[in-house]
């Protein structure tokens, strides 16, 4: 079955440090694959996404991600965490090219100290 | 703003009674999307429709929930006779094109709590 899992519901970070928030997906056919972050009380904003271009994109607020093939993964990463990027963060898979509908993991909460 | 829109917000609802959110996406935005998030999880997907027509529901749109996109503008989701498993965030997104990799621009959601 098509699936997304993200490993670690909870990463804390400290300002400054990396961030790295994994994200795997299961499916023989490499999917689209998103990043979207919620603020809470907000909807779900796009981080990034990957489209079969290049494996490394680059997203907003210094955030990126590479796409592996070979590992079904497309972890996210920032060299450098701020305080405003504490959120909760979902990967998302779209399987198909008629609906484009998502199938997300069940998220991670990064909490960033000071 | 042109974004996504939800109304209303926030819905406190007895078990049993009915309720119905509406949606409205971003203008011209031919896909809409309805999605359920509870607590701590993802979102799930419920329903999808290219323009006025609903082309896809999951299996979690019990016979309970409707969902209508008349005229290929806002969208609407009902509940009829509420259960408290019901209580969850409905998100409501819209996307435009007909790809896969189109971005869906999320609402704020509906947060709906059944007593």
């Known amino acids: 079955a098509q699936s997304v899992t993200q490993l670690g519901s909870h990463v804390s970070v400290s300002e400054g440090a990396l961030v790295l928030l994994r994200c795997n997906y299961s499916?023989?056919?490499?999917?689209?694959l998103f990043w979207y972050v919620q603020y809470p009380n907000q909807g779900l904003q796009l981080l990034l996404k990957y489209t079969s271009a290049a494996t490394l994109v680059k997203g907003i607020n210094g955030f990126e991600a590479e796409f592996k093939k070979s590992e079904t993964s497309f972890h996210l990463t920032k060299p450098s965490a701020h305080m405003s990027d504490a959120a909760e963060y979902f990967c998302?898979?779209?399987?198909?090219?008629?609906?484009?509908?998502?199938?997300f993991g069940q998220g991670t909460t990064l909490q960033v100290k000071p | 703003d042109t974004g996504v829109s939800q109304n209303p917000r926030h819905k406190i609802t007895k078990r049993g009674q009915n309720v119905t959110f509406r949606c409205d996406p971003i203008?011209?935005?031919?896909?809409l999307y309805w999605y359920r998030q509870t607590l701590g999880q993802g979102p799930e997907f419920l329903t999808y429709f290219q323009n006025e027509a609903q082309l896809e529901k999951s299996r979690l749109l019990s016979d309970r929930f409707s969902a209508e996109r008349p005229k290929g503008s806002f969208s609407t989701l009902e509940i009829q006779r509420t259960e408290q498993g019901d209580s969850a965030m409905y998100l409501c997104?819209?996307?435009?094109?007909?790809?896969?990799?189109?971005?869906?621009?999320f609402g704020p959601g509906t947060r709906l709590t059944v007593l």
């Open positions: 997104a819209s996307s435009p094109g007909t790809s896969g990799d189109n971005e869906q621009f």
């Open positions: 998302a898979v779209s399987f198909s090219s008629n609906t484009g509908k998502l199938i």
């Open positions: 203008s011209e935005h031919n896909r």
């Open positions: 499916s023989s056919v490499p999917p689209y």
